[in-house]
């Protein structure tokens, strides 16, 4: 098994193209998450449905889990510089059509261009820094990619509240396009070639299985709220169509995703104890704002703030960890971080119409320093027995089932906290399972020191 090699180039350069890809990926993570405080707006603006609005986050998740097992193929087949300008190119093509979306159609084609970016660019970012750094700064540089994955959209909602306040919904487009043609600029002249293409022939139908099968599966997750069965047979059918497309990787020359890499135990093990972080993560954020603004009917611009802190918290940790990782590992790290996120669940699973929002702001705050200590260890040891030529497709498989499981959180704790008549107890409910999911996350860490200790 061969080390990962790391990049020659100046700590100049260096840092320059970790301020380009950190910002730009700031940006399009904290686009995804914008909308869900414009919706409303959107909604009445445009005479359109709820359900028709809620496109406009569903459907950019969706695209982001469809394209990210794509990115794989993408830096290997062309070089760095091409594919970062291509993929920043592609999202400020699409934030242009925001910027000037007339009808909703319009604006939703906008919103899926920017996920065809913005999944891409997750996978780009992450291979690039691992490439760049080397392997004894991987916990201080994936703590900093971890923090962007984690803050950007948690930052989204309450940025947005706040423009939403002066400005009206389409300059949530209008604000971030200068960023992103910074972005392509500093790219443009400062993004040297350092990985070198190879000659290989993409798999077309790997591409259409995957979008097919990963297309019904999450498409499955919004079914379910209209018709059950429907729901439940696009679910099995696409991962049926998920299936074949595993099978078929294992005998490609030059596969699209390199699932071969699910026999390190570093990979698959810390890869899940990562995916149930998000969960929590991402569940626990989208069930605050329904709490706040439909029991205590707080505005969207404060329950936008009460996830401040919690994201300023995680940024600040997240920036922390990763150099305790390098030094000391990941064990007393992601063990600690557990308990504090399962300490920081007892004010959210009791929580009731009296609960005050200082003690949840702060119970969420707390809640994310855990999840920062887990997040991006969790990261950085999955990585630790791939090789430089394996960090793309890790990164492809890191994300995209990161962003299908986090859709799935999401979807499964809104839809368990409506099925009671009452709201606060879905809640409730809903926060036992995050409850779960962390318990989970600690058994699958267990399980990974286990199988470490055997080696």
Request: proline share 4%.
């Amino acid at each position: 098994m061969s080390q990962p090699q790391t990049v020659q180039i100046s700590n100049h350069t260096r840092r320059l193209i970790t301020i380009i890809l950190l910002l730009s990926t700031f940006v399009s993570l904290a686009s995804q998450t914008m909308m869900v405080t414009a919706l409303p707006v959107i909604q009445h603006d445009l005479h359109v449905s709820l359900n028709a609005a809620q496109w406009l986050t569903t459907g950019y998740t969706l695209i982001i889990g469809i394209v990210t097992p794509l990115s794989s193929n993408m830096y290997d087949k062309f070089t760095n510089r091409h594919v970062f300008l291509g993929i920043i190119g592609t999202f400020i093509v699409g934030t242009l059509l925001g910027c000037f979306a007339t009808n909703f159609f319009t604006l939703l084609l906008a919103r899926l261009i920017q996920a065809c970016a913005s999944g891409m660019l997750m996978s780009f970012q992450m291979t690039t820094m691992i490439s760049i750094y080397p392997i004894e700064k991987r916990g201080s540089i994936l703590g900093l990619s971890s923090l962007v994955i984690s803050a950007g959209p948690a930052i989204g909602p309450t940025l947005a509240g706040f423009i939403l306040q002066v400005l009206p919904w389409r300059w949530l487009f209008i604000l971030v396009l200068p960023f992103m043609v910074l972005a392509w600029i500093g790219g443009y002249f400062k993004l040297t070639n350092f990985s070198q293409p190879r000659d290989i022939k993409i798999d077309y139908l790997s591409v259409l299985i995957s979008l097919i099968g990963s297309g019904l599966t999450l498409g499955s997750l919004t079914a379910f709220q209209v018709n059950a069965w429907v729901g439940l047979a696009m679910l099995i059918v696409g991962l049926a169509v998920i299936a074949v497309f595993v099978k078929r990787q294992f005998h490609l020359t030059n596969p699209m995703l390199k699932v071969q890499i699910f026999k390190y135990s570093s990979f698959r093990l810390m890869t899940i104890v990562g995916i149930f972080a998000f969960m929590v993560l991402l569940g626990t954020e989208q069930l605050m704002p329904i709490f706040t603004e439909n029991v205590t009917h707080t505005g969207s611009f404060i329950s936008g703030l009460i996830l401040l802190p919690g994201a300023i918290c995680n940024a600040i940790a997240a920036s922390i960890v990763g150099r305790i990782y390098d030094e000391y590992g990941p064990k007393w790290l992601i063990i600690t971080g557990g308990v504090i996120m399962l300490l920081a669940s007892i004010p959210l699973v009791t929580i009731s119409r009296e609960s005050s929002l200082w003690v949840l702001t702060i119970a969420y705050a707390v809640r994310m320093i855990g999840n920062a200590c887990v997040f991006s260890p969790a990261l950085s040891e999955a990585f630790s027995q791939l090789s430089r030529a394996e960090n793309s497709h890790g990164t492809a498989l890191n994300n995209t089932l990161r962003q299908i499981f986090g859709a799935v959180s999401v979807t499964m704790l809104v839809v368990i906290a409506g099925i009671p008549s009452s709201l606060i107890t879905g809640i409730r409910i809903s926060m036992w399972v995050t409850v779960l999911l962390v318990i989970l996350m600690l058994l699958t860490f267990a399980r990974y020191l286990a199988t470490k200790q055997k080696h």
